[in-house]
């Protein structure tokens, strides 16, 4: 356990899918697609499968890098999602999107709420997931605008359960998910002397 808690310290990217305030099952689902590492076709027998194509697009083959960021289903989400979290950018694929995220969302220091922005990823990642197999285990569908509001729910509902440390950046953050300002926990005052 103390080598493998050695070796995650070293993976650059392991702060994304780790600790407060993801939700566990979305930090799972992040670690695992990161690591590339969940069972998309492409990396299925296809001798037992019908097809390696895309089930959310049905328009490519389905691989890590199509499924959470190329995919035409998924890419206008990312889009989405990144109004309330205060950035903007264009990746070319999943592997930039994440070294991106992994360099900028380092800490409380960063430019914008690092916490707001890794609770996004890893809800937008678990639920397209969560698509791709309602999709081939039960047949049923979610539009994109279901999927998103998934996604922005369950974000916004764990950020109702926390207590966020008051600044600039992050009022304007709570304003965007439309969160009462009572989530927000004034820096605590030195004693009196
Ligand atoms: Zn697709």
């Known amino acids: 356990m103390k080598f493998l808690n050695r070796q995650l310290a070293t993976l650059p990217w392991t702060h994304l899918a780790w600790g407060k305030p993801l939700i566990p099952k979305h930090a799972f689902t992040l670690w695992i697609a990161i690591k590339q590492k969940l069972s998309t076709l492409d990396r299925k027998c296809t001798s037992h499968i019908d097809s390696v194509t895309c089930v959310l697009c049905n328009n490519a083959l389905e691989s890590h890098d199509h499924l959470f960021y190329m995919c ?7 889009t989405f999602i990144q109004i309330p979290c205060g950035f903007y950018i264009q990746p070319t694929n ?3 999107l994440i070294s991106w995220a992994a360099y900028h969302w380092r800490g409380e220091g960063s430019s914008h709420s690092s916490s707001f922005s890794r609770l996004a990823l890893a ?3 678990y639920n397209v997931w969560a698509e791709h197999n309602r999709r081939i285990f039960t047949g049923r569908k979610l539009t994109q605008n279901s999927l998103l509001h998934l996604t922005l729910d369950s974000v916004r509902a764990k950020l109702l359960s926390t207590s966020i440390k008051d600044s600039t950046t992050r009022r304007q953050i709570v304003e965007e998910w439309n969160l009462p300002s009572s989530v927000l926990r004034q820096p605590a005052k030195p004693p009196d002397i």
Request: hydrophobic share 60%; charged share 10%; glycine share 0%.
């Open 72 to 78: 035409p289903f998924v890419k206008p989400l990312w």
């Open 94 to 96: 999943w592997a930039s």
């Open 123 to 125: 809800s937008l990642v």
